[in-house]
């Protein structure tokens, strides 16, 4: 009898864990694959839009996406979650960048990093500059090359903040027929 309940408990635990870690990669509302080509998608409050490639105004909303990043000349100190980066995609209003493949740039604080995909808020607590980052410092690679898939995830530290602003973006999204407010 104590084996059959054991075994129980083991198969639900099990079932348990498995359903969660299910929920957690359906969750994340981004794209899991490599993308053929470029994406900007749009949250709001949990809602998602691809914004149009064909827009006038695409290709330079995602140059100034990259260009936020890339030229950020500030490094908060806080450590972000998963959970965290959800949060801004289901309760306020961030655009996301997703490149189809791995970009290696050196930030202004002289860093190399690798990246595959930008979060930048546009609303709330984080729409100061603030871009989260899919990817990883070249320290932290230790020399190796890095596979795309390895940089997927938004990581704890990675992010920067762009005290310049988020005014061009913003409009370039209107243009996009995004409406932000």
Do not use: W
């Amino acid at each position: 009898m104590v084996k059959i309940a054991t075994c129980v408990l083991v198969i639900v635990v099990a079932a348990i864990v498995v359903a969660l870690l299910i929920r957690r990669a359906d969750s994340s509302n981004a794209v899991q694959e490599v993308p053929m080509k470029t994406r900007l998608i749009f949250y709001r409050m949990g809602q998602t839009v691809s914004v149009n490639e064909k827009s006038d105004s695409f290709e330079a909303t995602a140059e100034e996406c990259q260009r936020l990043f890339e030229e950020a000349d500030s490094t908060p100190r806080l450590i972000m979650s998963a959970e965290r980066i959800e949060q801004i995609k289901k309760r306020q209003i961030a655009i996301e960048l997703v490149l189809p493949r791995t970009r290696t740039v050196e930030l202004k604080n002289q860093q190399s990093v690798h990246y595959t995909k930008l979060l930048i808020p546009l609303e709330g607590e984080f729409a100061n500059g603030t871009v989260f980052f899919a990817g990883a410092y070249d320290r932290t690679l230790q020399g190796k090359t890095p596979e795309y898939s390895s940089l997927m995830q938004y990581g704890s530290i990675n992010f920067v903040r762009n005290t310049g602003g988020l005014d061009k973006l913003k409009e370039l999204l209107q243009r996009s027929g995004v409406e932000i407010k």
